[in-house]
């Protein structure tokens, strides 16, 4: 009888135990998934409120477009720009303005898109915008990220400013995980 008992009372710690461990590493995953979104926003909002528009500087960019005109599937949105976030290496010739790009990528695999963040160091008036600089993988966790512009009327999917001469007033960032899990924050750009 009394094994019998104590046999009831493991099995009860145990499951109690298993349950507890369980939920603890899934709010983790939560928290580190939430974290990854939290840091991807906030760098990207740095490099739109800090993007860079000059006329006069054929070198300066903010190039932007969705993946897709179709409204239900999931979008894949690119974006390409000058911002004022560079950190200078110590004794370099480098300046605060640098070129910073993010798209997806596809997997060898085929397993799903990467999101892929490029910088260019080096700006000057014999580098051709858009073109070079180094690839770094950011993250698989993404299953959308959508961009929208502002240009004081309207809001639009694509800017490009070469055409309109000027930066957005401000930008709407969507990201969605794999999860489902979604944030939205929006930006005012080059302020």
């Not at 009860?12 to 939920?23: A, M």
Request: hydrophobic share 35%.
């Amino acid at each position: 009888m009394a094994m019998s008992i104590l046999a009831v009372i493991v099995t009860v710690i145990y499951t109690s135990f298993s349950t507890t461990g369980r939920n603890v590493e899934q709010a983790e995953a939560r928290r580190d998934r939430t974290d990854l979104a939290r840091t991807l926003i906030a760098k990207l909002s740095d490099d739109i409120a800090n993007a860079y528009y000059n006329t006069s500087m054929k070198e300066t960019v903010f190039d932007a477009k969705p993946s897709t005109t179709t409204a239900d599937e999931p979008r894949f949105d690119s974006i390409a720009l000058t911002t004022l976030t560079n950190w200078r290496k110590p004794a370099s010739k480098e300046m605060d303005l640098w070129e910073v790009g993010y798209r997806f990528e596809e997997r060898p695999e085929g397993k799903g898109k990467v999101l892929i963040r490029r910088e260019k160091r080096e700006i000057n008036k014999d580098s051709t915008p858009l073109e070079g600089g180094s690839d770094y993988e950011v993250t698989d966790q993404i299953t959308e990220l959508r961009l929208r512009y502002y240009d004081g009327s309207t809001w639009v999917d694509e800017w490009h400013s070469s055409s309109k001469q000027k930066l957005p007033r401000s930008v709407e960032i969507t990201l969605i995980q794999a999860d489902g899990s979604s944030f939205l924050t929006h930006i005012e750009a080059g302020r």
